[in-house]
C-alpha cells in the first residue's frame, strides 16, 4: 500500500527554524517527483517546492532561500527544512507524489500542521 | 508568473451537471490536474493529463482543455461530489495551482 506520513510540525516562533518529514511506504522515492504543497487555514493549496526522480530541486517563489528540500534515499524519505519562519508561513504541509511530472499527484500524505506565532 | 483562475464557487442541483472551468495563458497547450477536497481531508487527484481518470474515479467525472481554458465537468452530480476543486498545471518546472472552486450540491 502506498503511504506518505508527514511529521515534525508544530508551533514556532517568528524567525525559527523547522524540518518536516516526509516518510514514504509502498514505493520508492527516488523513482518520484515528491512536492511539498502547503494550505494556510482557510484557504488554497500552494506548491511549495518539489525534489525530482533525478534529484533536482525547484522552489516557489516565496520561500526561494529559505526552504530547503532533500532527499534520503536510505530512509526512503524527503525532506523539507524551513527557515526564517514567518506567520505568513502557518499552514498545513503535504508532501505528494507524482510518477513524471505529467501523472499528477496520485497520493497525498496526511499533512503535518505547522503554527507561526509568537 | 503563470496563474490559473477558477470560479470562487459553483452550485448545482442533485443529479445535474456541474463545470467548473480554470484559466490560464494558454492554458491548452499544457496538461491540466484536477483536484478534489472535502473538509479536513487531503486532495484526491480526479483528474489528470487533462482528461484521464485515476483508477477508483468514478466516470461520471470528466475532464477538457483547449485555447486558455480546461474544464471539469461532474455528470449527474451527487451530494457526495461537494467539495473544493483545485485544478493545477506545470509552468518552467514548478507547479501552480487555481485558487478552488467550492462546489455546493443542493
Known amino acids: 500500500e502506498v503511504q506518505l506520513v508527514e511529521t515534525g510540525g508544530g508551533l514556532i516562533q517568528p524567525g525559527g527554524s523547522l524540518r518536516l518529514s516526509c516518510a514514504a511506504s509502498?514505493?520508492?522515492?527516488?523513482?518520484?517527483?515528491i512536492s511539498w504543497v502547503r494550505q494556510a487555514p482557510g484557504k488554497g493549496l500552494e506548491w511549495v517546492s518539489l525534489v525530482s526522480n533525478g534529484g533536482t530541486t525547484y522552489y516557489a517563489d516565496s520561500v526561494k532561500g529559505r526552504f530547503t528540500i532533500s532527499r534520503d534515499n536510505s530512509k526512503n524519505t524527503v525532506f523539507l527544512q524551513m527557515t526564517s519562519l514567518g506567520v505568513d508561513d502557518t499552514a498545513m504541509y503535504y508532501c505528494?507524489?507524482?510518477?513524471?511530472?505529467?501523472?499528477?499527484?496520485?497520493?497525498w500524505g496526511q499533512g503535518t500542521l505547522v503554527t507561526v506565532s509568537s | 508568473s503563470y496563474e490559473l483562475t477558477q470560479p470562487p464557487s459553483v452550485s448545482v442541483s442533485p443529479g445535474q451537471t456541474a463545470s467548473i472551468t480554470c484559466s490560464g495563458n494558454k492554458l491548452g497547450d499544457k496538461y491540466a490536474y484536477w483536484y478534489q477536497q472535502k473538509p479536513g481531508q487531503s486532495p484526491v487527484l480526479v483528474i489528470y493529463?487533462?482528461?484521464k481518470r485515476p483508477s477508483g474515479i468514478p466516470a461520471r467525472f470528466s475532464g477538457s482543455n483547449s485555447g486558455n481554458t480546461a474544464t471539469l465537468t461532474i455528470s449527474g452530480t451527487q451530494a457526495m461530489d461537494e467539495a473544493d476543486y483545485y485544478c493545477?498545471?506545470?509552468?518552467?518546472?514548478?507547479?501552480?495551482f487555481g485558487g478552488g472552486t467550492k462546489l455546493t450540491v443542493l
Open positions: 505528494a507524489r507524482d510518477l513524471t511530472s505529467t501523472k499528477g499527484m496520485d497520493s
Open positions: 493529463q487533462s482528461f
Open positions: 509502498g514505493f520508492t522515492v527516488s523513482n518520484y517527483y
Open positions: 493545477q498545471a506545470w509552468d518552467s518546472s514548478t507547479v501552480v
